[in-house]
């Protein structure tokens, strides 16, 4: 299948840029980027400027994004790899939405008890697991990836919290809200 870096992809209730976040992907978790794009995305101090946004539509990283790489390694592959974490994001979060049961708490966001809350955390856990599987295969490696990516776009790191606990004390909401902001501010 032909990607394009301009794609958009329904994830949740909003529209992302497939090449932004293969870009964000690739920046953190990629071998090297081109020596432009390097130099335009990394100010004096090694620190990273600018949004995904900004240098994902560069005129670099568009050249990067047509040019295979001779180990067999390519733009394509990333942009595939990409849109599919994003579709199997996108899969969860329609499972997830209709967790009517553990979303409304009432106003005081608590469960009844700790069995109650501990029940919730373990379906949330079990959903983000078979998301993973779902989206990658069920080997260990490929579960690795659907979670080292999702890391990225929530917590902006490679590695983080359990998700059932996680997404319970920010809410459905907020992990939407973190999502987009993630997705789509960043991006």
């Not at 964000?24 to 990394?42: A, K, V």
């Not at 919730?120 to 295969?137: C, H, L, N, S, V």
């Not at 776009?153 to 902001?181: A, H």
Request: glycine share 6%; net charge negative.
């Amino acid at each position: 299948m032909d990607h394009n870096s301009d794609d958009m992809i329904q994830v949740g209730p909003m529209q992302v840029r497939l090449g932004d976040v293969a870009a964000y992907i690739f920046f953190h978790l990629g071998e090297s980027w081109p020596e432009q794009i390097t130099h335009d995305l990394i100010d004096w101090d090694g620190k990273l400027f600018g949004t995904v946004e900004t240098y994902a539509s560069a005129q670099a990283f568009r050249e990067w994004a047509t040019t295979p790489e001779p180990e067999g390694s390519s733009p394509e592959a990333l942009l595939e790899s990409t849109e599919q974490f994003l579709r199997g994001l996108d899969a969860l979060l329609i499972i997830l939405v209709t967790y009517e049961d553990i979303w409304s708490r009432g106003e005081d966001n608590k469960f009844p008890n700790a069995e109650a809350s501990k029940e919730a955390e373990d379906r949330i856990q079990f959903q983000f697991y078979e998301a993973a599987k779902a989206t990658f295969g069920d080997e260990k490696a490929s579960i690795r990836k659907f979670f080292r990516y999702l890391y990225l776009c929530v917590t902006q790191t490679q590695n983080g919290p359990r998700w059932g606990p996680f997404i319970l004390m920010l809410t459905y909401e907020g992990f939407i809200s973190t999502l987009e902001k993630r997705l789509t501010a960043y991006f």
